[in-house]
């Protein structure tokens, strides 16, 4: 037994005194559940029966999706032993990985359970001809350990409060996308318990809190955000592993209906992918959810729209669907709550300048707020050069100072001084003569005191002098036609001394397609949105793009891969020489036999269902465009309608009352059926209409856009 325990300790014993028969966590596969009574007596059974010779020593947890895990942490923490969760490797690269932490971390010990040592065995067996060389450490099977019959009357041992500081190691946090040099971040009991609070507060927790997680228990939106923060506030969990999310999307949303959920929390991909995945299912009641936490990754535009208007059907409430910032080496939350959508010029954002323009403008691109910070959490935007603070509505790197920043990345005393202790130069103040910050890494800017995030700045491409974030360009990529959404990689390499762009891109399917036209599309779509070429286009097979534990798309082990050339390649496009960007310009405009897409009611439906971010099932084939589709989204459209169909209309055609879905299908095949007739252009069928009244509904239609927003 710890001479005093940790807060968290301390609050776990207190739920199981006050509501011992309460639930307090479930799996759904393998089938588990503990009610508080239970979770508490069992992790003190497994502390007792854990050597007393690992107290104080690093101990590796490899433990599949389940609750075996989250008995091993917080056993760990009664035994003051410093635990490193670590995703169970799967393969020989993952145990490379594994190796790599126990190097680093100095872990002889690994704990874990019956289920993965049998696949370890296996894996050997299999392996046995050229034998995987697994890190030095002694597995010790916890399952062994929990032999003791919990009786259900028998009392609980009182732990005696404490408010005292806490400043023990409670576990290390390796990030996601650890490779050659992991890095392992130092927290605190102290560290914890503040973050936690700040998760309560932030989302109205309590006790009547219910969540539904498929994520990774092993990181720390999954382990703290998830399940340490019900535990906090005394509520409920219902977990899923992240594989039978990705398998049975609509699960985690049904488990909202049967049990009442009233959290989520998930990665942006996560909410987008339910969108897609859950079209014609049976109908949900979401109206018991209250907080919907959207964070890990940057949010798009895309991923939160088609997911509040795929779901406001089923009672959702669009107002709890919360942008969040997080990262590990601040526990892990920073801000959430998000309710700022501004549309900023991507022209001057590129030159690091926040400057609003309107929906309409060409220019225009969509950033989500990530919320006000806490007052306990001090941030500050920084020129990462000069290391003085930005100027007001500049982009800058973001820097932090709470209770919840970590204490450094374990046994790295210089890379822990300039990360963690950064000091703000060129400020004459005492308070930031004294305070030290995190350096995030992250670039971003505040807007009314709200936070927006705008990308890594070890991931930023700059080219010709303008930053540009790879997101962009891949979010690009997810909206064409037989590409993998979430599965393309932008980075940018440096070849003749100039920066060139790379493009990784998965493929549903190779089959009857024309790749190189594919690349030609992506070249496009980027060049027009960006006004930047793409000077290698890969196209790769499914579940090719290396990802971290968690899911991101790690660019910087793409780009390494790359550069050893380790991809299986099916087809790269490359602009040969070193052509100028006119050259390239008129490379890609020479080459104008696109893909063509059948012109059907169903596709221009999907069409339109993905520029107005509406549900198919909500678009009338009879109503005329310019009553469903604002200025920006008839550009779009029109853009559409040239490059996949190729097929050119004027304005003036697009604006007609008579103008409707089953109209531009008549009109543009031989005799309005879903099959391709010859096309026919409509640049030069005369059109009778008020140019003036079509400039009027133009801009009404602009305007009332903007006053919904």
Not at 376 to 398: A, F, L, W, Y
Not at 601 to 628: E, F, P, W
Request: glycine residues 6%.
């Amino acid at each position: 037994m710890t001479p005093y325990p940790p807060k968290l300790l301390q609050i776990i014993h207190s739920h199981a005194q006050s509501t011992p028969h309460k639930l307090a966590l479930t799996f759904l596969d393998p089938s588990q559940s503990y009610t508080y009574f239970q979770l508490f007596q069992t992790i003190q059974i497994l502390a007792d029966n854990l050597p007393n010779q690992l107290s104080n020593q690093v101990v590796i947890l490899l433990y599949a999706p389940c609750l075996d895990f989250i008995l091993a942490f917080l056993a760990c923490l009664v035994k003051q032993i410093v635990c490193v969760p670590v995703y169970p490797p799967i393969n020989g690269e993952s145990v490379q990985v594994l190796k790599r932490i126990c190097e680093d971390c100095g872990a002889t010990v690994a704990l874990s359970h019956g289920q993965w040592l049998g696949w370890k065995r296996l894996y050997d067996l299999k392996s046995i001809h050229h034998r995987t060389s697994w890190p030095n450490v002694t597995f010790i099977n916890t399952d062994k350990l929990l032999k003791k019959v919990i009786k259900q009357n028998e009392p609980v041992h009182p732990y005696s409060n404490t408010h005292n500081p806490d400043d023990r190691i409670a576990f290390l946090q390796y990030t996601s996308g650890s490779t050659s040099t992991p890095k392992g971040v130092t927290l605190t009991h102290t560290n914890l318990q503040h973050n936690l609070q700040l998760i309560t507060h932030f989302f109205q927790s309590s006790s009547s809190t219910k969540i539904i997680s498929w994520l990774p228990q092993y990181h720390d939106m999954g382990l703290i955000g998830c399940y340490l923060g019900v535990l906090w506030c005394g509520g409920s969990g219902w977990y899923m592993s992240p594989s039978d999310f990705l398998g049975q999307t609509g699960k985690w949303l049904e488990m909202v209906e049967k049990v009442g959920g009233t959290h989520l929390v998930g990665p942006n991909f996560g909410f987008g992918l339910c969108a897609r995945k859950y079209m014609n299912k049976p109908k949900l009641n979401l109206s018991t959810l209250e907080h919907i936490c959207n964070g890990a990754e940057p949010i798009t535009h895309q991923s939160m729209t088609s997911f509040i208007n795929t779901f406001q059907p089923y009672n959702l409430n669009v107002d709890i669907l919360y942008p969040t910032y997080g990262l590990a080496e601040h526990t892990v939350l920073v801000s959430t709550n998000g309710k700022l959508k501004l549309h900023v010029n991507k022209r001057r954002l590129q030159q690091n300048i926040v400057e609003e323009c309107s929906e309409e403008n060409q220019d225009s691109t969509i950033l989500y707020g990530c919320g006000v910070p806490s007052d306990e959490v001090h941030v500050e935007i920084v020129n990462p050069v000069t290391m003085e603070r930005s100027p007001v509505d500049t982009v800058g790197e973001i820097w932090l100072d709470s209770e919840s920043k970590a204490s450094g990345y374990w046994n790295k005393p210089e890379l822990t001084e300039a990360t963690f202790y950064a000091k703000i130069h060129g400020s004459d103040s005492d308070d930031n003569e004294c305070r030290t910050y995190l350096r995030t890494g992250d670039l971003g800017f505040l807007f009314n005191n709200e936070l927006f995030i705008c990308g890594r700045l070890k991931d930023v491409m700059i080219i010709r002098g303008r930053n540009y974030y790879p997101q962009d360009l891949e979010q690009i990529v997810d909206q064409i036609e037989n590409v993998r959404p979430g599965c393309s990689a932008a980075f940018s390499i440096q070849d003749d001394e100039v920066e060139k762009v790379i493009l990784l891109v998965e493929l549903r399917n190779v089959k009857d397609m024309d790749l190189k036209k594919i690349c030609n599309i992506i070249r496009r779509r980027i060049q027009s949105e960006h006004n930047i070429f793409i000077y290698k286009v890969c196209l790769l097979h499914p579940r090719t793009v290396k990802k971290t534990t968690s899911g991101k798309v790690s660019r910087n082990n793409n780009k390494q891969s790359y550069l050893k050339d380790e991809f299986k390649i099916i087809y790269s496009s490359e602009v040969e020489g070193n052509v100028s960007e006119i050259e390239v310009n008129n490379q890609i405009e020479e080459e104008k036999d696109v893909i063509k897409k059948t012109l059907t009611i169903q596709n221009i439906t999907n069409d339109i269902s993905t520029i107005i971010q509406l549900s198919v099932g909500n678009i009338h084939n009879n109503t005329a465009l310019v009553n469903m589709m604002d200025s920006l989204q008839m550009a779009q459209l029109k853009g559409m309608l040239e490059v996949e169909y190729g097929i050119n209309v004027e304005d003036v055609y697009l604006y007609q009352e008579e103008t409707s879905i089953e109209k531009l299908v008549a009109d543009n095949t031989g005799d309005g059926n879903n099959t391709m007739g010859k096309k026919k252009s409509v640049t030069k069928k005369e059109i009778t209409i008020d140019m003036v009244e079509m400039d009027r509904r133009a801009c009404l239609t602009g305007f009332i856009c903007c006053s919904i927003m």
